[in-house]
């Protein structure tokens, strides 16, 4: 495709753009979601070291960073139909820019987590991107460039692991969130040049902030839940406050949904097998994969104990790279497969597959060439199948009235999957029994695929 390919809006309307500077512009707000989490996982034990805090402790960089984009996915994304989508998009990368530099002078470990916090709203660009491709390009081209905009979950070939971890080893991790500041600022100007408003003025009503309030207690006290139940004990007191917390609230925003006039999600449809067993296999898919890539596999690569005592930068080469440029490939094309097999035929194959994988991984995980080999392995089925497709299931079984809801409420659940699978397998990992933490992710992604197995094709997704 050339610099000037021009797409027809599927909505009829006459304005047309260009598929290059929407596609560039798009991917670089996602980039730069990625960039908080890829650039900043090789220096976690320099966090660590430089604000004196432990190594499961500062597991909560990533994880709260997790929570607040579930937050900001749920509700941007909703509002997104009200104030139009490239507004929201702008409020999401001035956010992102502030926690950024909030990270940069951060003094000590508590307001390093206040700038992941308010670096969290970048978590809702991924939705954001994904719906104004469903509502700019043609459904033929949608599924190549959802993949396009996917694989920036594997970063810039990997080679901003790799950067993050050169940069902790030799300036210290502060100047990683320069970098990430920088390129917000250019993912702002782009939206600015490329993006059209798709949705401004489209649909009647108003924001439904109850509900918005009311998922976001949800979500803070399931995620509370999580950690505290892996750190002081399933049945702890604190733990059983936080679960009956999640409770109340769950029910509070089923009642508030169903009287809303303009509700957040219509919770009708969470009954139907088009839109909950995408939501469960999202969740169960991340608790699986992503603490494996972005946490386990790291620590043991730097443990001096009973792991590789590679350095930041070593383990970014060796172990994010390779998957990452993988993914940069095979997340387009699973795009493609996707429709040319079935979206949820492609994620079943790619979950069976990963279940293998995991299971090396448990076997053999002192072989740290049988770990790269699966690293490799792992950039196809995970940074190319399994992410694509549960981000592709989320836009095309979403309900028409609200098209943005279940892409938000995906985008959440791939939080709570990821901080799911921080949780659990921290403990393990912590103390080097990286066999169990292994273990454990083996065990959420055969969940996930016997959740994959409920789900049902939404009825116009049909031929």
């Known amino acids: 495709m050339g610099s000037q390919a021009q797409l027809e809006n599927p909505k009829g309307n006459a304005s047309k753009v260009s598929i290059v500077g929407l596609t560039i512009s798009l991917f670089l707000c996602v980039l730069t979601y990625q960039f908080n989490i890829s650039m900043v996982t090789p ?86 991107c994904y719906v104004i491709l469903k509502e700019t390009v043609s459904p033929k081209t949608f599924g190549i460039l959802l993949g396009i905009l996917t694989s ?32 917000g600022l250019i993912a702002f100007f782009g939206v600015k040049s490329n993006v059209p408003e798709t949705r401004k003025g489209e649909t009647k009503g108003k924001m439904d902030w109850w509900g918005a309030a009311v998922i976001s207690i949800v979500l803070i006290c399931l995620s509370t839940f999580v950690s505290q139940g892996s750190t002081v004990g399933w049945f702890a007191p604190i733990t059983l406050i ?118 090396v991984l448990a076997v053999f995980w002192q072989n740290q060439w049988m770990v790269f080999a699966a690293v490799v392995a792992m950039g196809f089925t995970y940074n190319g199948v399994i992410l694509t497709t549960v981000n592709g299931l989320g836009v095309i ?8 809801a279940l892409p938000a409420l995906n985008g959440a659940a791939f939080g709570i999957g990821a901080s799911l699978g921080f949780a659990f397998v921290a403990p393990f990992v912590a103390q080097g029994d990286f066999s169990t933490g292994f273990g454990i992710s083996v065990g959420f992604i055969v969940l996930a695929l016997i959740s994959s197995l409920f789900i049902v094709q939404k009825q116009e997704q049909k031929n």
């Not at 994304?77 to 926690?99: C, N, Q």
């Open 152 to 183: 920036a979950n594997g970063g810039l070939a990997g080679i901003d692991g790799y950067l993050g971890g050169l940069i902790s080893d030799n300036f210290g991790f502060r100047f990683i969130f320069v970098v990430i500041l920088a390129v």
């Open 397 to 404: 079984q979403s309900p028409d009235e609200a098209p943005s």
């Open 43 to 128: 220096a976690l034990p320099n966090i660590a070291a430089s604000l004196n805090v432990g190594i499961d402790r500062v597991s909560q960089v990533s994880s709260l960073l997790l929570l607040v984009s579930s937050i900001s996915g749920v509700i941007l994304a909703r509002w997104s139909d009200f104030i139009g989508r490239r507004r929201a998009l702008y409020l999401v990368l001035f956010l992102m820019g502030f926690g950024s530099f909030l990270c940069m002078i951060a003094p000590n470990f508590t307001v390093l987590m206040i700038g992941r916090m308010f670096q969290g709203a970048i978590g809702a660009a991924f939705q954001l």
């Open 242 to 359: 936080y679960l009956l917390g999640t409770i109340v609230a769950m029910v509070a925003f089923w009642f508030i949904e169903k009287n809303s006039e303009f509700p957040l999600f219509p919770v009708e449809h969470l009954r139907s097998r088009q839109v909950w067993p995408v939501l469960t296999t999202t969740v169960l898919s991340l608790s699986g994969l992503f603490a494996v890539i972005n946490f386990t596999i790291i620590m043991l690569s730097q443990n001096q104990s009973v792991g590789f005592g590679f350095s930041a930068a070593t383990t970014g080469l060796m172990f994010l790279m390779p998957g990452a440029i993988i993914g940069l490939f095979s997340a387009p094309l699973s795009g493609w497969l996707a429709g040319k097999v079935g979206w949820i035929r492609l994620i079943r194959i790619g979950l069976a597959v990963n279940i293998a994988i995991l299971i």
